[in-house]
């Protein structure tokens, strides 16, 4: 359907910016900047650990946490490493991407059960009426067992919706720490 063909574009877009940053690399070699652009398209392809090299090697070149942290974060959730990928979200909290390293926040401290914390961390965006930070609710309540709680979210936020998410709010609390993040973050359930 529609959802598997924007997922294949995505990944194809991925794939072509990891090639484009690998001739950067071959240009420049010693910058940072090919590789971190390398790092963030590795996690879009679901390759954390590929993406964790590449950010190592950014920072050996001299690149800052905050310049890797925010992609580096989500690697980190999705080897299931939760304190450091939560680490690498607060470091970015007050920089230009600030309400993406939140709603990531929020989702990691679901991951690892603690649903009061990630919510405290989306009510800013919640108060703005976030739009993204309201699905991220509706995931934080279904990581925690409240699939009752993630429908009524989702219900109240997307009309409609509510029942096919259902399935997959139910499936959530029973998967490991990295399958939760690739869940979460890229509609990815195991087999």
């Keep these: 359907g529609v959802l598997l063909d924007v997922g294949e574009h995505i990944a194809a877009d991925a ?3 990891v090639g484009f940053f ?3 690399e071959e240009v420049h070699p010693t910058s940072w900047a090919p590789r971190i652009g390398q790092g963030s398209a590795l996690v879009q392809l679901v390759e954390p650990q590929a993406a964790l090299r590449a950010f190592d090697e950014a920072q050996r070149l001299g690149a800052t946490q905050a310049l890797v942290a925010l992609d580096r974060g ?3 959730d999705l080897i299931g490493d939760q304190t450091r990928a939560q680490s690498d979200y607060r470091a970015v909290l007050a920089g230009p991407d600030q309400q993406e390293a939140r709603r990531r926040l929020a989702l990691s401290l ?3 059960g603690r649903k009061a914390e990630a919510l405290a961390a989306l009510d800013p965006l919640l ?4 739009a993204a930070a309201v699905r991220v609710r509706a995931l934080v309540l279904a990581l925690n067992g409240d699939a009752e709680g993630a429908r009524a ?3 109240a936020s997307m009309p409609g919706m509510a029942g096919t998410m259902d399935p997959f709010f139910r499936r959530l ?5 990295n399958e939760k993040a690739a869940a979460v973050h890229f509609g990815y359930l195991p087999g």
Aim: aromatic share 4%; charged share 20%; net charge positive.
């Design 110 to 112: 679901g991951i690892s």
């Design 173 to 177: 609390p029973a998967l490991r720490a």
């Design 22 to 24: 690998g001739r950067a």
């Design 15 to 17: 794939q072509a910016a």
């Design 127 to 130: 108060a703005r009426r976030d």
């Design 74 to 76: 989500l690697a980190f």
């Design 153 to 155: 979210a989702v219900a």
